[in-house]
């Protein structure tokens, strides 16, 4: 499964500080048909997801029906991502 998406970056304040972009409704309905064939472990879906030229691999994490796509310190930085910034992603399940 190919997609591209826009999403805002969410930050979770947990004992460590993470940024995600949450899928969007569709295309996380999408995704489920898939992701009943590729999901490990605690329901992570494995993808490689590419962000302004930079490709990078991850896996989708579920959250409250959805998914969260985590964004990597490396791939933020560079770009001076933070909260509430809007981007666009591509994105591939791995299998």
């Given at each position: 499964?190919?997609?591209?998406?826009?999403a805002?970056?969410?930050?979770?304040?947990g004992?460590a500080?993470?940024?995600f972009?949450?899928?969007p409704?569709?295309?996380a309905?999408d995704?489920q048909?898939?992701?009943?064939?590729?999901a490990?472990?605690?329901?992570?879906?494995?993808v490689?997801?590419?962000?302004?030229?930079?490709a990078?691999?991850t896996?989708?994490i579920p959250?409250?029906?959805?998914?969260?796509?985590?964004?990597?310190?490396?791939?933020r930085a560079?770009?001076?991502l933070?909260?509430?910034?809007e981007?666009?992603?591509?994105?591939t399940?791995?299998a």
């Open positions: 499964m190919d997609t591209v998406f826009s805002r970056v969410i930050e979770w304040r004992p500080l993470f940024s972009l949450p899928l409704e569709d295309t309905a995704l048909e898939v992701a009943a064939v590729v490990y472990g605690w329901g992570r879906v494995p490689e997801a590419r962000l302004a030229g930079t990078f691999t896996s989708l959250r409250e029906g959805g998914y969260l796509l985590p964004l990597k310190k490396a791939v560079p770009r001076l933070g909260p509430g910034d981007v666009t992603v591509g994105l399940v791995r």
